[in-house]
């Protein structure tokens, strides 16, 4: 049974969210990111090339012309394929924006998946938010967990979208586009610990959401689902000029810093991510 672990991403603007994304699946302990950057020219891809030199990574360019949901999925799967994924391989599919967490180190979920001849995992997504429900850009420091500290239910309440994801499976494994869901394998039982300790968190809520909603309305190539949710999150942000952290609908809570699980000292060793200076 193979114990090696890919993950792969489509990369479109956002750069500064890239160096958080590279460390944290680097410390999670990702084998090989993909990093499939799409644009008009090259010079994204360059850029993505500097911020990843010093991670497990590939970069590989392919040219579009705009955000395409239902493309990029062939895309990244292709690019997995020619660096080497393999039908037992495991294989994280991401949103750059998208944070896993896990309640045990990456490996150790592998290893009981091999022992049960499991193919999937799927979790639950939890959007993060700042202190003050306003759109911040993310900065350097501190880690991103931490400049969003707060959880609130976005996807589910205000978008009224699917709020589960499937965060690991195999290299044989067929998702639908939106990658909430499989054609060929199964996800009803969770390797160690519960469902709930399976967490997607979701950095979208950041400066320039908006202009990114925008665009993508505009796009032939974005799902009329995802234009509804843009139109959605744009409707409401613009009425009251933040989240508004007093809806109790949002379910709002503080989460603060990502725990890691060190798999060098023991399969129940947390290490909590040590606040950063500003």
């Known amino acids: 049974m193979s114990e090696t672990i890919y993950a792969a991403v489509s990369i479109f603007d956002n750069l500064e969210i890239v160096p958080h994304f590279l460390r944290h699946y680097t410390r999670l302990g990702v084998n090989k990111i993909v990093l499939s950057v799409r644009g008009k020219s ?13 991670y497990p990574t590939v970069v590989h360019f392919t040219p579009a012309q705009y955000f395409d949901c239902m493309e990029r ?46 193919w999937a995992v799927r979790g639950w997504m939890v959007d ?3 202190a003050d429900g306003v759109l911040h850009p993310i900065r350097d420091e501190p880690c991103i967990s931490e400049q969003f500290p707060l959880a609130a239910d976005i996807t589910k ?27 060929n394998a199964y ?57 508004d952290l007093s809806h109790p609908w949002l379910n ?16 129940r060793t947390t290490i909590q991510e040590k606040p950063s200076k500003a």
């Open 42 to 54: 090259p010079e994204l891809a360059e850029s993505v090339a500097k911020i990843a030199v010093d």
């Open 73 to 118: 999925f062939g895309v990244e799967n292709e690019l997995l394929r020619r660096e080497g994924m393999q039908d037992d391989n495991y294989v994280l599919h991401l949103d750059l924006d998208e944070f896993h967490e896990y309640p045990a180190p990456l490996i150790d979920i592998v290893r009981q998946m091999n022992k049960a001849d499991a």
């Open 128 to 130: 993060r938010v700042a």
């Open 157 to 183: 309440s205000i978008l009224a979208a699917l709020n589960q994801k499937i965060m690991l499976c195999r290299g044989r494994v067929h998702l639908n586009s939106g990658k909430h869901d499989t054609f």
């Open 187 to 243: 996800y009803d039982r969770v390797p160690l610990g519960f469902t709930e300790q399976y967490r997607v968190h979701h950095f979208k809520w950041i400066d320039g959401v908006i202009e990114r909603f925008e665009q993508r309305i505009t796009e032939p190539g974005t799902a009329d689902g995802y234009k509804n949710e843009c139109r959605s999150f744009i409707k409401y942000y613009r009425t009251y000029g933040r989240v």
């Open 252 to 267: 709002v809570r503080h989460l603060g810093a990502f725990a890691y699980h060190d798999a060098s000292r023991s399969n």
